[in-house]
């Protein structure tokens, strides 16, 4: 009831008092506020229909050539003169020598100079900071110095992220005065709008500045680069303590509504930002953070052809090639051989050109390995890989287990259809392509080893496998892909990538774990880690692997804690070390259900223990899904198991 509502003691509180306060409900503040920014954005798109939100330009491009100085005017002007009178006089005039042919220049970027400021700014995987300023924000002690001084008094190397910084200035003044202070300006010309003062929250010239952003971000993309935008703005503190507070104390119902109806704004204008910032298609040229999946209804639709009939599967060619027994929707809409595709773009910064010896290897060793690789990755060129051999891949083996953890976990089945499974020997393969679209048979000449049997650890045969392995994901980052690779004694839960930071170069997850993911003396566990491709971590791999024979008789996950801090220091790697909360296994895991995403059956011999205690993993897993949420927080791992304790 809107006019009023009883107080305690039975007072009635009028709705017209100044001292009073109102009973709205905050829902309905919340749907005001929605309704009034919805009402804005149309009013400001409809104002001028045909009109971009902006126009981006370089300030350093002029738009039309300066007139010639007085004296040059004149001196042109004379030169006319001279040459009318001498055709009045009939007299002839013998031409100049024509100039040699001058070459044209090349066309100007439709960008400016943006794309010359991101290559300065960008790091090595094309990843830029960005922020926006006008002249109000670079005044002395305003929010630009007080951005610069939280960089320098960060912990953590956040000074060094300043070199990776670029200022997007709003009006020429702000563009000078960035100039003086720090290495990479731009100036976003705009047009319609003076963007010199401060902008109150929701006014027009604010929406407009928000979505020529938005527009804005929209051609970092288009170029190729990641980005970090990061703003300060006090406006929304300034329009709830200018406008809904009044000068006399405001009641805490009144001060509810009010952060009701500024949330219904700020929602509305989130979500209207969300449905702007889609880029475009073709996300191939983006070196994009490769952590995110998502499945659609319109790209699943993609396996069927255009009759709504299932398209028919890929055919099997040879091995290594893509299978689809099980008669499942396979993952493109057209076979290798009816319709070969052009594989996707990849940032200038990721792909590795390949070297003769690479073609070579290509060719023999690596044979179709491209091919497979570019059906299962995902449009940033990310690909799930794991490694099976006869006995991993036998019926109610390792492999079994490790599909059905894809297939129960939290968000994890959409990610099935971009793992690939590398198939040590013939036998494998078959019993992969019987239960999985993506396998690759992976064969290694000149290697006297039968992949076949189980490999028991440390022996001859079992190095040889481990090592084989490292060569193998060396390739797939020479082809430009990341990969992250999983053994298949790990059941996933949840989606493991939400962990993975932007910055590092490889993520890795942690036999002991003491709580700092930067810090050098965690212990790794190379059974799970994910990489990005660039020249760091292809030259990364191959000193890993030539350490091999300066460590007789160790696997690839000793010695890679033995040379880590070189490579650290030689190479300029980043790596991160996985919470073992999230990444757990045997050795070290977190209690907690609800935080858990991959567990792994390390620290564990023998496939049959292994085997037990992951079906336990599972079977504890499923018991918590079906647990109301008042009891899940309760829930606890079955131990102990054979490995597990």
Known sequence: MLGGGKMKGGETMGGGGGSGSSS?????????????????????????????????????????????????????????????AAAAANVT????????????????????????????????????????????????????????????????????????????????????????????????RTTG??????????????????????????????????????????????????????????????????????????????VMLLFQYQAPPDYGRAARSPVQFSTSRDQLLLHCSGNGTAAPPPVIARGGEEANITG??????????????????????????????DLEEEGGEFRGLAAAVARAATDDRTVIITCVNHAFAAPDSLLDIFLEGFRVGDGTPELLRHVLVVAMDPTALTRCR???????????????????????FASKDY???????????????????????????????????????????????????????DNIDNFPNTGFFYVKPSARTIAMTKEWHEARSSHPGLNEQPVFNHIKKKLVKKLKLKVQYLDTAYIGGFCSYGKDLSKICTMHANCCIGLQSKISDLKGVLADWKNYT????????????????KCIH
């Open 626 to 641: 079906r647990l109301p949420p008042w009891a899940k927080p309760n829930a606890r791992w079955t131990v102990p198991g």
């Open 193 to 270: 709008v003076d963007y010199r003062s401060e902008k109150m929250f929701m006014s027009k010239d604010y929406l407009e500045m928000m979505w020529g952003r938005n527009k804005f971000q929209q051609t970092i993309l288009e170029l190729g680069y990641n980005f970090l935008f990061t703003v300060k703005t006090s406006s929304i503190d300034q329009f709830i303590s200018s406008s809904m507070a009044p000068k006399v104390a405001v009641t805490e119902p009144t001060g509810r509504q009010a952060a009701s109806f500024v949330l219904g704004c700020v929602a509305t204008l989130t």
């Open 24 to 84: 709205i409900s905050p829902l309905v503040s919340f749907v005001l506020g929605a309704a009034m920014a919805t009402v804005c954005i149309l009013f400001v798109m409809s104002a001028s229909p045909g009109r971009r939100l902006a126009d981006i330009s370089a300030w350093t491009n002029a738009d039309d050539a300066p007139p010639l100085p007085l004296p040059l005017q004149d001196a042109a002007a004379d030169s006319n003169d001279s040459l009318a």
């Open 434 to 456: 019987a239960v999985h679209p993506h396998c690759y048979l992976y064969t290694m000449p000149g290697l006297d080893v039968d992949f076949t049997s189980e490999k028991f």
């Open 93 to 188: 005039v013998v031409a100049a020598p024509a100039p040699a042919p001058v070459q044209a220049p090349a066309p100007a970027s439709p960008y400016g100079d943006l794309e010359e400021v991101l290559r300065r700014a960008a790091t090595k995987d094309r990843t830029v900071i960005m922020t926006q300023i006008n002249l109000a924000w670079t005044k002395p002690g305003s929010l630009l110095d007080l951005f610069f001084e939280s960089f320098r008094l960060g912990e953590g190397g956040v000074s060094r992220l300043l070199d990776h910084l670029v200022i997007v200035t709003m009006d020429p003044a702000a563009y000078e005065g960035c100039q003086a202070v720090h290495r990479h300006c731009y100036f976003l």
């Open 328 to 357: 499942k929707p396979p993952t493109t809409a057209t076979t290798v051989a009816e319709q070969p595709t052009k594989p996707p773009a990849s940032p200038p910064t990721h792909h590795i050109p390949a070297t003769s010896t």
């Open 463 to 517: 190095l040889e496998l481990v090592w084989s392995k490292l060569k193998l994901q060396r390739r797939i980052l020479q082809l430009g892909y990341n990969f992250l690779f999983t053994d298949v004694d790990i059941v996933w839960l949840r989606n493991p990538f939400k962990h993975v930071a932007v910055y590092a170069d490889m993520a890795i997850s942690s036999d002991v774990f003491f709580g700092d993911p």
